[in-house]
């Protein structure tokens, strides 16, 4: 079982490049998250996604674009990467609403902006 | 405004004796929590939860209680393994917010000595 796969694992960019962090589950879960991790913070949620089509801010997402065109594919874009942006990313899925079901994580993609 | 916390950022318990970890929240709302395990280069993986009608779950070595009065939930583990060594994550979620949203604490780094 692959259950959610990110890539890449780490990046380096350059100040205001561009990038796409990938995630795919095969799950068939509805909802997708991203999340950063900072050193000694807990993890922030950046976008979600209900389902295909439905996405939605969560508590830091300047900076950050994301789409849902799949149930399995969850991408999110930076446009203008800051040193700010220097961040673990995760990427989670869980099957439904309301039913109390864990999240499951990706391995996440280390991202420094210099 | 930081509404679940981990206040413990590290814990050192010797091999086969009891660790505990401690979580605090704010939101009254929460009525879902979890723990999360994260070993380094890996996502956090689920490993305990409880409902807010409940204020013990228990599976294997792990029990987590829930005191809802004081906002305030622990993780114990008995007995401790080596192989325990993590960050645990202490997350919480409302079941009126939209996309089952986690909010995490910062986490514990637990070291488990042989």
């Known amino acids: 079982n692959a259950g959610v796969t990110q890539t890449p694992k780490f990046r380096i960019l350059k100040i205001g490049q561009s990038m796409t962090l990938q995630c795919a589950q095969d799950m068939n879960h509805n909802y997708m998250y991203w999340y950063r991790q900072d050193p000694g913070m807990g993890l922030k949620l950046i976008y979600y996604?209900?389902?295909?089509?439905?996405?939605d801010k969560g508590e830091v997402p300047n900076g950050y674009n994301v789409s849902r065109s799949t149930t399995e594919d969850f991408p999110l874009r930076l446009e203008l990467a800051a040193p700010s942006q220097t961040s673990v990313y995760f990427c989670?899925?869980?099957?439904?609403?309301?039913?109390?079901?864990?999240?499951?994580f990706g391995d996440g993609t280390r991202l420094s902006i210099l | 405004d930081q509404q679940v916390k981990q206040n413990s950022p590290s814990l050192s318990v010797q091999e086969g004796r009891i660790s505990i970890l401690n979580c605090d929240y704010t939101n009254s709302m929460f009525d879902y929590f979890l723990w999360y395990k994260k070993y380094p280069a890996e996502g956090p993986t689920f490993l305990i939860s409880i409902s807010s009608i409940k204020d013990k779950n228990e599976d294997g070595r792990f029990t987590v209680f829930l005191n809802k009065s004081a906002k305030h939930l622990s993780l114990h583990i008995v007995p401790s393994q080596p192989g325990d060594s993590a960050v645990y994550f202490c997350?919480?979620?409302?079941?009126?917010?939209?996309?089952?949203?986690?909010?995490f604490g910062e986490g514990t780094q637990l070291t488990v000595n042989p």
């Open positions: 997350a919480a979620s409302a079941q009126e917010t939209s996309g089952s949203r986690l909010t």
């Open positions: 989670a899925s869980t099957p439904l609403q309301y039913s109390n079901q864990p999240q499951h």
């Open positions: 996604s209900v389902g295909a089509g439905i996405t």
